[in-house]
């Protein structure tokens, strides 16, 4: 049983929490997730049984899709509701356009710094650990990409955005940024993560809804439809089924070695996936191979 289960996680839960109720609920060996999602943050998360727990990193570097909502006025120190409050502002006046204004600055390639709780280790020390102790260092920032923001809800102090992003993207850091922006402060107080890629949170199941909801089930092929695929036979099939590169001949799988090493589907002449190659100095490197 190869499966991607696309997860509506609840709310007060781990991921790994939930991958542990998936994995039960389907009696398999192998299970691991595709994203992190807070204890505190509900919706898709991609879990991935036996074989699928192969094709997590490509699923994970899918852009992502949230509706957060903040509450103006008030900063913690975890930049959500779990923290306690570092700062208050009391009689602000924000207007819509003024978070338009504030929102536009974080749209586009922008160096985010992650906050001090998060799971990012230092000499093999999650930060949380070390802000739990009252440490605080300096973090490393990381480039990510918000393709969009959109004000979904605006009655002051609440506001919810909907964000489009880049893997990596700490929308909790987000919230505090743009808090900050505005000169009043903020902090998450609800998120909720809406796509993954082509997932969707339409289609996702709640956990007392596996394994009967089958439009939250998909197989790998189909879990990686965005990657291009190509057919082998013969020799180029058995090296490549043995791990071994293969070498693209000019015109052939309208690859074109221009492309920037693209990962694509290997699949044999009945269309069934066996591997996911990836275009370097004209080879085709296999990446990962999968077992039926």
Not at 219 to 246: C, F, M, Q, W, Y
């Amino acid at each position: 049983m190869n499966l991607v289960i696309n997860l509506n996680k609840p709310h007060g839960i781990t991921s790994q929490e939930a991958v542990t109720d998936v994995k039960k609920r389907f009696k398999v060996r192998k299970a691991g997730h595709a994203g992190t999602l807070d204890p505190i943050a509900t919706g898709v998360l991609l879990v991935c049984l036996n074989e699928a727990t192969k094709i997590t990193g490509f699923l994970s570097d899918l852009d992502k899709e949230y509706l957060m909502t903040a509450k103006l006025g008030e900063a913690t120190d975890t930049y959500d509701t779990e923290g306690s409050i570092t700062k208050t502002v009391t009689d602000f006046e924000v207007t819509r356009e003024d978070v338009e204004r504030a929102a536009r600055k974080f749209i586009g390639d922008i160096e985010q710094t992650p906050p001090m709780y998060s799971a990012i280790k230092v000499n093999g020390t999650p930060l949380y650990e070390l802000a739990r102790k009252g440490v605080v260092i300096e973090r490393k920032p990381r480039s990510v990409t918000i393709s969009a923001i959109e004000i979904v809800r605006f009655e002051s102090p609440f506001l919810t955005l909907k964000v489009t992003c880049s893997k990596g993207t700490y929308i909790r850091s987000l919230c505090n940024d743009i808090g900050d922006d505005l000169g009043v402060g903020a902090h998450l107080v609800e998120l909720i993560r809406t796509r993954i890629g082509a997932f969707t949170i339409d289609n996702a199941a709640a956990i007392d809804e596996l394994p009967q909801k089958s439009s939250a089930l998909c197989s790998v092929d189909d879990a990686l439809h965005h990657l291009p695929e190509i057919r082998l036979e013969g020799d180029t099939l058995r090296k490549a089924k043995n791990g071994n590169p293969v070498i693209i001949e000019p015109g052939r799988w309208g690859i074109r070695e221009t492309e920037k090493a693209p990962f694509i589907r290997l699949k044999d002449p009945d269309g069934k996936l066996f591997g996911i190659g990836k275009i370097r100095n004209n080879l085709i490197k296999i990446e990962r191979l999968l077992k039926r």
